[in-house]
C-alpha cells in the first residue's frame, strides 16, 4: 500500500527501470525531483536498491572449482587438435 | 547438434584465449545458478566454452562478446539441463502478489529507519541463493541475469531469445517471486515473526 498521493504512484511505476538504469533522461530527471521531497517514496526506492545490491553481492560467484581453467583449456586443445575431420 | 566447426588461425585462437578464458568465473557462477549444483554447471561451463570455440571465427569482434557468450551459456541451459533436470517450463507467474510485498511486510512490522534494510541484510548467503534458485526459469534467468550479471533490458532480450516487453515483465514478476521467497526465508529463520 502506497500512502502518500496518486503522483507517488506514477512515480513509483518507474522506480524498476530506473533502479536498473533503463530510464531516459527527462523520467530520471522527475524522479529524482520527487524524491528529494518525498521521503517515503525515497525510503522504497533506497530499499530497492539495497535490496538489488544485496542479491547481486550474495548470488555472485567468485570461486571455481579447482582445476575447471585448466581442464577447459585442455580440452580446447584437444578439440581442435583431434578434430579436423569433422570441419 | 554439432555445429560446423571453423579452424581458428593462430591469431583468432590468441584472441579467444585473451578474451573469452578471463569470462570464466563469471559464466560458471551463472551456470551455477541456472543448474542449482555444481556438477552441472562445470559440464554446462565446459559446453559452453566448446561451442564458442567453434562458433568464435564467426564472431563479430567490436560486437557484445559477454552477451554473446551468455546467450550460448543459456541456449545451452534450456536445450539440455532443463529437460535433465525435469523442471516444467512455468509461463505462469505470480501474478497476484502485492507491488512492495517485501517492503510493506517488513514495515507492517513496525521495523524503524533502515531496521528493513537490516533485516535483509541478516538472511544468510546460502538462503539468498537458494530464494533466486528456486524461481522457476522464466523468471530465475532475468533476474540472474539483470541483477547478479548486470546487462541491460536489451541485452537479456538478445540472450534470451525474447522481447524487451517480455523481459520486462518477467524482470518485475521474477523480482515479486524473488521478495515473497526471501520474506518466507526470513519468517522461517526467525528473523521477524511471520
Redesign the interface.
Known sequence: ??ECGPECEEI?KGI??YL???SGGAAIEAIELHLSDCHPCM??T???R???E???D????????PG??D???A??GA??AG??T?? | V?Q?????DDVT?AR??RDV?PL??SL??AA??MTRN?SDA?DL??ET??RA??GFAGFTEGTNLKAWLYRILTNGYINSYRKKQREPQTVEGPDDLD??Y???RLGARNVEGSA??AV??RIP?AD??VA?ESLPENFRIP??L???E?F??KEIAEIMGTPIGTV?SR??RG?KA??KALWDTAVERGLIDG
Do not use: N
Not at chain 1, 58 to 65: A, D, G, I, M, T
Open positions: 500500500m502506497v513509483l524498476e527501470a536498473d538504469g533503463e525510503d522504497r533506497e530499499f530497492r539495497h535490496l538489488k544485496l542479491v547481486h550474495r548470488c555472485v560467484e567468485s570461486e571455481l572449482p575447471l581453467a581442464r577447459i583449456r580440452s580446447l578439440r581442435e578434430s579436423p569433422d570441419a | 554439432a560446423t566447426a571453423i579452424p581458428l585462437r579467444f584465449e578464458l570464466l568465473p560458471y557462477g551455477l545458478r555444481p562445470e561451463v565446459q566454452y566448446l570455440f567453434r507491488e512492495w517485501l517492503f510493506d528493513e534494510e535483509l541484510d548467503d539468498v541463493k533466486l533476474v540472474l539483470a541483477d547478479v548486470g541491460s533490458y520486462m524482470l518485475h523480482r524473488l521478495e
